[in-house]
């Protein structure tokens, strides 16, 4: 039991501390416009930056947490699935950048949220500086869509070390490696037939893979 309790708490933290990867992230790219297109000086569009980063990334990494720990894999295909997540993302950090800006924007000018509508300053913004806003939006979120999925294809930490060219540089670690195959297997798919058994074998790895993924496991391979 108490070893139980202990892979529960470390499977906590794992995601835990990925979520706040995704809320730095989005913070980031999200004070990264004011800091280019705006004057330093402009403390109201770096406060819209924050609030819009830190919803945008809670939204985002508590949508990845039911995706990949709690929710079955999708048996959509790979782009449908990266175009899908990318949309949802994009539309909502455009309704959340408009939604913050026009509250606190009508809140500087001492203005209620219907007189600053109607003194057109919200069709301004809509005309100006909005679409470039929505452009960066979804270079974030088809960015951050492929690197989720791509995580979910293969373990975090090899799509890391592949990018960080980590396997050019060999090292001995150890490792416990557990191999898992399913009880009567072949007579199984002679019983069902190919597709009616690769289909048992795609809801297998659908089971399996969120417990492998939160207790900070590897998948090296499905067979």
């Known amino acids: 039991m108490q070893q139980s309790n202990s892979v529960t708490v470390l499977s906590q933290r794992h995601r835990i501390r990925g979520a706040l990867k995704i809320i730095v992230v989005c913070l980031f790219a999200s004070i990264i416009y004011p800091l280019f297109a705006r004057d330093i000086s402009d403390l109201v569009a770096f406060l819209n930056a924050i609030i819009i980063g830190l919803i945008s990334g809670i939204g985002i990494a508590y949508h990845q947490d039911l995706l990949t720990y709690r929710l079955s894999r999708s048996k959509s295909k790979f782009l449908v699935q990266v175009g899908m997540t990318a949309l949802i ?65 293969i373990a975090g930490s090899i799509l890391r070390n592949m990018v960080l060219g980590t396997y050019a540089r060999p090292r001995e670690e150890y490792r416990a490696v557990m191999n898992i195959d399913i009880n009567g297997a072949t007579t199984l798919a002679e019983k069902l037939g190919l597709v009616d058994y690769f289909k048992l074998l795609n809801d297998t790895y659908a089971a ?16």
């Open 208 to 223: 399996i893979t969120p417990a492998i993924l939160a207790a900070q496991g590897e998948i090296y391979r499905y067979v």
């Open 89 to 153: 993302y994009t539309v909502g950090m455009a309704v959340l950048v408009l939604g913050v800006y026009w509250v606190i924007r009508s809140i500087e000018a001492g203005q209620s949220i219907a007189d600053y509508y109607r003194a057109g300053k919200v069709h301004a913004f809509i005309g100006k500086d909005y679409p470039i806003i929505v452009g960066w939006a979804l270079i974030l979120a088809t960015t951050l869509s492929f690197t989720f999925n791509m995580r979910r294809q």
